[in-house]
């Protein structure tokens, strides 16, 4: 326990507000993307770039990577995406791996975007109204949500089609999903008649971040990644040894001396167990930090140490105990430099993909050059 007596006191800690900051280290971000390229072996690459590259800035993103040379696809989702990426290049391949209706393809074909077929009535808008459009075939795995019952499918209703691919989209990794109907044995039985018969460059991909992580479904033309790419996940990087793109900084507002049994926070929901310091610090969910009752297990770090969270996530302020600290206060770490989104995060009520997003929408965004 921290002697009141011998402890710093505030005007010790960090307080100019020009010390609060979220940076994008492009460096870190090429390594990562020359990591997974290098693993593909040949294979192509698809990037995610979706809702504005995970709120990563698109236009940002997309100008550093377009000199490297190593992506084959974009996978965006609107096509004010597209928009914005042929706004510097003509020729790199557009996937969108979004259902989109009559309306909004009609709208996206001056942008070449290649198109999901994801039921059998967009198979028949697209042979009536687009069909010199390239497509790739979308078969569903049990989702409900992102494709065609593979059973549904008629050859002969497709060949007059200009497919160019053949995707799915597992829920986890392929190795777990040998129970859904599509299998990796259905899927490929498809995938070699398409290919044999009809459409020899037809690309398949099924293989997402999770997937190549885990190196399950390498056999195919082509991966799709996006959330791996910031080495924000640490499970992502135990196999890998991605760079931590984000480094996501706050200041102190106030420091205080917290008796044992003294409640912390809205609703009481913690109770000290013993004298503490704590620091209070400038940020809450309104800039993306999750908002998890339960903070037994959320931890940030404070100078080099991992600290937890104690009480509730406000809206503007987060309180994190600092009792076994005695020196001044010179950095706060909320993401990055070690701290990942697992330790921030309690994935039994959060997400952790959605509050990555939250953070990038949030805060003002400084990115670090090479």
């Known amino acids: 326990m921290t002697d009141e007596k011998n ?21 870190n971000y090429i390594h990562n993307l020359r990591l997974i390229k290098n693993k593909l072996n040949g294979k192509k690459l698809c990037l995610v770039l979706k809702s504005d590259a995970y709120g990563c800035g698109l236009e940002k993103l997309f100008k550093k990577i377009l000199p490297l040379k190593i992506v084959d696809y974009i996978a965006i989702t609107e096509n004010s995406e ?20 009559l309306k909004e393809i009609h709208n996206g074909m001056k942008y070449n975007i290649e198109e999901i077929l994801d039921s059998i009535e967009k198979i028949e ?30 050859i002969d209703d497709i060949i007059d089609l200009n ?15 040998n129970k859904f109907n599509i299998g990796p044995i ?6 070699n008649r398409l290919k044999s018969d009809f459409f020899p460059n037809i690309i398949g991909h099924v293989e997402n971040s999770i997937n190549f992580i885990e190196n399950k479904n390498n056999h195919y033309d082509m991966s799709r990644v996006g959330k791996i790419t910031y080495g924000m996940f640490r499970k992502f990087n135990q196999n890998i040894h991605f760079k931590q793109v984000i480094q996501w900084e706050t200041r102190v507002l106030n420091s205080k001396i917290i ?3 003294e409640n912390i926070g809205y609703n009481y929901l913690y109770k000290t167990e013993k004298t503490m310091r704590i620091l209070v610090l400038d940020c809450g969910y309104n800039k993306g930090f999750p908002s998890v009752y339960n903070n037994n297990n959320v931890f940030i770090k404070v100078n080099d140490h991992k600290q937890k969270i104690v009480g509730s996530v406000n809206m503007n302020t987060i309180v994190v105990d600092i009792h076994n600290i005695n020196e001044p206060i010179e950095k ?3 993401l990055g430099d070690g701290i990942y989104l697992e330790d921030i995060v309690n994935e039994k009520q959060i997400s952790a993909y959605s509050v990555f997003y939250n953070i990038m929408r949030n805060n003002n965004i400084i990115y670090l050059e090479e």
């Open 7 to 27: 402890s710093f006191s505030l005007t010790d800690t960090i307080t100019d507000f020009s010390d609060w900051n979220l940076t994008f280290n492009f460096k």
């Open 82 to 101: 597209a928009r914005t990426i042929r706004k510097y290049c003509k020729k790199i391949k557009i996937l969108r791996i979004k259902p989109a209706g």
């Open 125 to 154: 808008i697209v042979k009536k109204n687009f069909k010199n459009i390239a497509v790739h075939l979308s078969i569903d795995s049990e989702m409900n949500n992102l494709g065609i019952n593979i059973e549904d499918i008629n």
């Open 163 to 177: 497919i160019v691919g053949i995707m799915t989209h597992f829920p986890d990794t392929i190795e777990k999903n």
């Open 186 to 191: 259905n899927f490929n039985k498809l995938y």
């Open 259 to 261: 008796k044992k049994g």
């Open 332 to 334: 706060i770490i909320l």
